[in-house]
């Protein structure tokens, strides 16, 4: 790895880990456009650290009002949904996990499941600011999301899009959904990293400390940024947007 690859690769899991295009995905399309050889473990690891912390200190009011109410009810309420709907993603996961390499070296496949996270995201168009907040969410409503969140699995169908529009499907109000999506890409992302550590060589930190650096620090600074961004935009119920893109991609990609 070198400068350029790192910098790029920071940029764009800092930007699309968030949004709802998809980071793997795209990491995917851009290692095949550019031909960038598969980030070593260790630098992988590192940009999945950079975007935990970024979601952690966004919401960071939201986990410490958790922390100082985590003997009230509402709060054990709050976090078995978290745990019910993580669990339809660990077992997708641990199916799917020695075919990965596979699904995420075929270009047609890609194109389908940018399709599917374009349909998705469309279809909340059709859904207007539900009337459920955090507190009101049920078991079935965590499971449904955590089905979705499973389905980003696969790369091309976005995580924060999915969750968000199955909550959004679910009749939960914009800023909780969002919300909820994102208490939800912590034990996600931290899980994906710890499954990351099982194969790494410390014995190679490829690229150096400036390297491995300037890919932590960017995308750290980008997933911030595209949480705010996305913040936004869920809020004023303005998800579809991303669907042009998603469509418009996916037929890039199998025309071209």
Known sequence: MDIIQSLVLGVVQGATEFLPVSSSGHLV???KIFGFTEPP????????????????????????????????????????????????????????????????????????????????????????????YLKNITWFDSLFVGVFQALAILPGVSRSGSTISAGLFRGVKREDAFKFSFLLAIPVISGAMVLQLFDFDWNNLNGGFLVNFIGFLTAAIFGFLSLRILEKIAAKGKLHYFAIYCLVLALIILFL
């Open 29 to 31: 399309l851009f290692q």
């Open 41 to 132: 473990i260790f630098f992988d690891t590192l940009i999945h650290f950079a975007t935990l912390l970024a979601v952690v200190f966004y919401l960071r009011k939201e986990i410490l009002s958790i922390f100082q109410n985590i003997r009230k009810k509402e709060t054990h309420k709050l976090l078995i949904m978290i745990v019910l709907a993580t669990i339809p993603a660990v077992i997708v996961g641990f199916l799917l996990k020695d075919k990965m390499g596979e699904i995420f070296n075929s270009l047609n496949f890609l194109a389908i499941t940018f399709l599917i996270t374009a349909l998705i995201l469309f279809i909340t168009r059709f859904f207007e600011n539900g009337q459920k």
